[in-house]
């Protein structure tokens, strides 16, 4: 996508929020609103600017966490774990408003920076973890770019017809990079692409495991978090590869020996899981059905909406994107009249 592109999608998508925000204030559209809206982040920690930040809208604050959750409370929204949605939605009497908290991937910061906002609320979160990325034996490829396409003026990768040079000079440039890059990732054995994406950092000096261990929770750091009576651990697979794009066999592998790993920390076997990536390309109905028959209570998605009984192991979330840092959005995304207008 171009950069010219990418502006224009984020002024659409401020816009839509805008109106959202306004007609939620004037109280129009109130059939929009799920009883029931999972949350989704992923870092939570001071934003301290880059000249390249491809992964910003994956990043809020500690302030706008604190921010989303005492707008919530004065919405009328209770805080709840994730494992007790199922049964909140199963009672159609019931016209409480629910809200529940989800960051995937286990990023330190989750302990450091989001843990003492949640525990200011009396808010229970879901950490997701990817044995991967907990053990620093798997690289974050996205991490991983934004290092390398940040810092170099130019890199040589083969994406299939003979090395070619791309030209880092411009931000625009380097996202345009950030995109081939991606979409080579995602086109093919995701497994052998992301290790010629490591081999490229390390021609660079760059050492992609190194990123993982700086960014995320180990074990032991896991096993303080889910000490606290407000935090829960979910499984996140092995490898962090999308699930649909694998055989069964090995889809299924990812998804029960990441639940072993959550249980050898916790000492709890859990009942939750996130879908890597979570869209529709990386998670159909296959990876919903196996995570029922693994056991799985919940398994969530990062598809827009709001959850609904009769689908748990394929259940939407809302984005707390870092793009839109603003209360008033919250409240617009609560009330589903974004959702309404993408006839969602």
Not at 73 to 83: A, E, I, N, T
Not at 156 to 178: I, M
Not at 256 to 275: C, K, L, Q
Not at 281 to 287: K, L, P, S, V, W
Request: charged fraction near 25%.
């Amino acid at each position: 996508m171009g950069q010219w592109k990418r502006r224009l999608k984020r002024i659409a998508i401020g816009g839509g929020l805008e109106a959202a925000w306004l007609a939620n204030a004037a109280g129009l559209v109130k059939e929009a609103r799920g009883r029931v809206v999972i949350f989704t982040l992923h870092h939570v920690r001071p934003h301290i600017a880059q000249p390249f930040e491809p992964n910003q809208h994956l990043e809020i604050t500690p302030e706008f966490l604190d921010a989303t959750l005492r707008r919530l409370k004065r919405s009328g929204y209770r805080f709840v774990p994730l494992d007790a949605v199922p049964s909140l939605l199963s009672d159609p009497q019931d016209d409480r408003l629910f809200a529940a908290f989800t960051l995937d991937d286990g990023y330190r910061n989750n302990f450091v920076h989001a843990l003492p906002v949640f525990e200011r609320h009396g808010a229970p979160f879901t950490v997701f973890v990817a044995q991967g990325f907990a053990e620093s034996s798997h690289s974050i490829w996205w991490e991983t770019l934004a290092v390398l396409l940040g810092r170099e003026n130019s890199i040589e990768f083969n994406f299939g017809q003979g090395r070619e040079r791309l030209a880092l000079d411009t931000p625009v440039r380097k996202w345009d990079a950030f995109d081939r890059l991606a979409e080579f990732i995602h086109r093919q054995d995701e497994s052998r692409a992301i290790s010629e994406v490591d081999a490229l950092a390390r021609c660079h000096g760059i050492e992609p495991v190194d990123i993982t261990r700086e960014l995320v929770m180990e074990p032991q750091e896991l096993r303080e978090l889910a000490a606290s009576p407000l935090a829960s651990l979910g499984a996140h697979t092995i490898s962090h590869r999308a699930l649909a794009r694998l055989p069964h066999a090995e889809a299924r592998i990812e998804m029960e020996i990441s639940a072993d790993y959550v249980e050898s920390i916790t000492g709890t076997r859990p009942r939750t899981i996130a879908f890597p990536y979570g869209t529709t390309e990386a998670t159909t109905g296959r990876e919903a059905d196996l995570a029922a028959k693994l056991g799985f209570a919940i398994a969530v998605t990062t598809q827009p909406g709001f959850p609904t009984p009769s689908l748990p192991t394929y259940m939407p979330r809302i984005s707390l994107n870092g793009f839109y840092q603003k209360p008033r959005y919250v409240s617009a995304l609560a009330s589903g009249i974004p959702l309404k207008l993408l006839g969602k």
